[in-house]
């Protein structure tokens, strides 16, 4: 990767323990550790040092009804304190789902990536860059739980940097999922940019091709199986002109990593290549920089492609081997959905980076990205 480094000051990292022992229970996607392996591996790669990780505060109730209702928030805590719901929170709230479980944190813990979110609309106020890896549940509605999502933290971000006097934002969400919280938390806004790239016909089946949301959002469902070489065609022809011309203050950048093949909960094929290289061909386009997670169900694509982001922000060069503290923080990792997870390959024990995903262009893209070039040429 090359080297890069374009911020005035030192990108900050954003974590807490709490995600290191919650788990959405046995069964659940969310059972897996994320964003404690990215914390263990870029400490074992040297790449965060003290002065530059934040622990996340705990965001209170009152700040989350700066989008949230604060019926649903009460009903969050009650949940999370009674370890319970009734069947009318259940109705009302969607809590206590398959998808949206009571467990022990249930709380604190989306409390806890809205929290690291609106605390990067503060120290963006100026300029910097901020990792938020616990970020990015970017399904939350102001009133419901929604597709593992309790909380919307992309939402509240933007809301904070538009209280710390940020306008202008452009959203990129390259999760395998439609960000169909944010689309309605932004929708009508002129003064932000909103591009999903996102698996068609996936749940929340939401962001088809011609849902503009009120005329700022640009919505590119691909097909099953695309590639690094489908998303370099998205990046150039579509994404880097449509928010270059945008002339954003702030770029929030939704990272999810379910569209990494051998992620159990979409069928797309791209390598963290792909999503390295959005990140670098974003940075420097505005002065602010918030890079969040998102999906992500298999531990070591996910740890490996999100601490690779954050190596990318600090300027490191990525490894072609990782050092044996690194190796051992992977090789602890367990997942047995199905025969890669209980036989890894030994790439993903032993490196960050993915062998390219390459492969003939779609035409389904390409006629797709032109279609919208076309409709959306009104900032180029």
Not at 297 to 318: A, E, F, H, M, S
């Amino acid at each position: 990767m090359d080297h890069i480094h374009n911020s005035p000051r030192s990108p900050r990292f954003i974590g807490s323990e709490i995600y290191r022992g919650s788990s959405y229970g046995k069964w659940h996607p969310l059972r897996i550790p994320r964003v404690s392996t990215v914390m263990d591996l870029s400490r074992a790669l040297g790449w965060l040092p003290r002065e530059q990780y934040i622990t996340s505060p705990r965001a209170k109730p009152q700040a989350l009804t700066a989008w949230h209702t604060p019926e649903y928030i009460a009903a969050l805590q009650a949940a999370e304190n009674q370890q319970h719901v009734t069947a009318e929170s259940r109705a009302r709230f969607n809590l206590g789902t398959v998808s949206n479980p009571v467990f022990s944190e249930m709380f604190r813990r989306p409390a806890t990536s809205a929290g690291g979110s609106i605390l990067a609309g503060h120290l963006l106020a100026q300029s910097g860059v901020v990792f938020n890896p616990g970020g990015g549940t970017h399904h939350g509605m102001p009133g419901q739980a929604n597709g593992f999502c309790y909380l919307n933290d992309p939402v509240l971000a933007m809301k904070s940097l538009r209280a710390n006097g940020v306008q202008r934002i452009a959203y990129i969400d390259i999760d395998a999922h439609h960000p169909d919280g944010v689309a309605v938390g932004f929708s009508h806004d002129p003064d932000c940019l909103m591009i999903s790239v996102h698996e068609e016909n996936l749940w929340p089946k939401t962001g088809t091709l011609d849902d503009n949301a009120g005329g700022n959002a640009i919505n590119l469902p691909v097909p099953r199986g695309f590639h690094d070489d489908d998303m370099a065609l998205v990046r150039d022809s579509l994404l880097l002109p449509q928010v270059t011309a945008f002339r954003p203050e702030a770029i929030v950048l939704q990272c999810g990593a379910d569209g990494v093949r051998d992620d159990p909960l979409s069928h797309l094929c791209l390598s963290n290549n792909a999503h390295w290289q959005i990140l670098t061909a974003l940075i420097g386009i505005a002065p602010r920089l918030l890079v969040l997670g998102g999906g992500g169900y298999n531990p070591w694509t996910v740890g490996r492609l999100w601490t690779g982001l954050w190596g990318i922000l600090t300027g490191k060069d990525i490894p072609a081997r990782l050092p044996p503290d690194a190796v051992q923080i992977l090789r602890s990792l367990e997942f047995r959905r199905n025969s890669r997870g209980k036989n890894p390959p030994v790439s993903w024990l032993q490196t960050l980076q993915d062998p390219p995903s390459r492969g003939a262009l779609s035409e389904t893209v390409r006629a797709r990205v032109r279609h919208l070039s076309q409709r959306h040429a009104r900032w180029i």
